[in-house]
């Protein structure tokens, strides 16, 4: 093994450090310590000038390769949050004076509009698993899980993660109210519409589920998000839906729909977990543009 490959094994002290700050005093999940450490490990794969050595040229170089490779904005801009992230880090902990990832200047994220179902298509997907027949080796209350995951969904638009990760004590059905813990363990109380509440008393009935796991598989652990997403996949072929669907969209759905019926934006932030209020305008669009189409469909004079 050469030198330079030696020295890329070994563990990087403020990396490290980094990392466990994350951990211990931001309650990073598992999955942003992975993006972290893999877009720490990305820069200095092309540049092994020291962290407290770097500046604002090393980062703009690195931008340039990264784009040159064809990579999507949003990608160089998760990259570079991280980057931005470490350095404030190292300002604070470490003695750094600056922060050369600030003089970069990144391109604008594309903004795209999120798919959403419509409330007819939503009822069809909701329906799908009364329709499919069960498998011999599948338990009897699966097909009723499989409703109460979605139902829950909708109802209450959580994110694939708190959902997966719930558990029965989460779930108050005297308040219909589930807890949920989102981005950065932030704790977050969200209304439960009695159809999931009842689906979800359907199927705890059913198989038993007293404690522990909301949601469980075939072996009785709790349910993987992986299983949740092939669920949804699964019952896609049972609807006349044309679009892929994804727990995400799920969300995009009721966002959408509680504008729609007159929901305002702060609620609804409130509601999905956002800490910024401009990532739930992006369904302010969404809800202009159906309107758009409406008008235009059904207005003689359009």
Known sequence: MTEGARASHKKDPLTEDFLRYLTNERNASPRTLKA???ALTAFRAENQTPWKKCRGDDFRNYLFAVAKRG??????RLQFSALRTFYQFLAARKGLQGNPVREV?????????????TRQQVEELLAAPTRESKSRSAPSWMPLRDVAIMELFYSSGLRLSELAALDVADVDLYTESVRVFGKGRKERV???GLPALEAISRFRAAANVHSGPLFINKSRARISTRSVWLILK??????SIPIS???HKLRHSFATHMLDRGADLRSVQALLGHASLS???????VTTERLKKAYADAHPRA
């Open 245 to 247: 669907i994804s727990p």
């Open 36 to 38: 972290y450490r893999q």
């Open 71 to 76: 990579q999507a904005r949003s990608y160089v």
């Open 279 to 285: 990532t739930t305008q992006i369904y302010t669009h």
């Open 105 to 117: 200047q990144l391109p604008k994220i594309e903004k795209k509009l999120p798919l959403v179902l």
């Open 190 to 192: 969200c209304p439960v």
């Open 234 to 239: 699964r019952y896609l072929r049972f609807t």
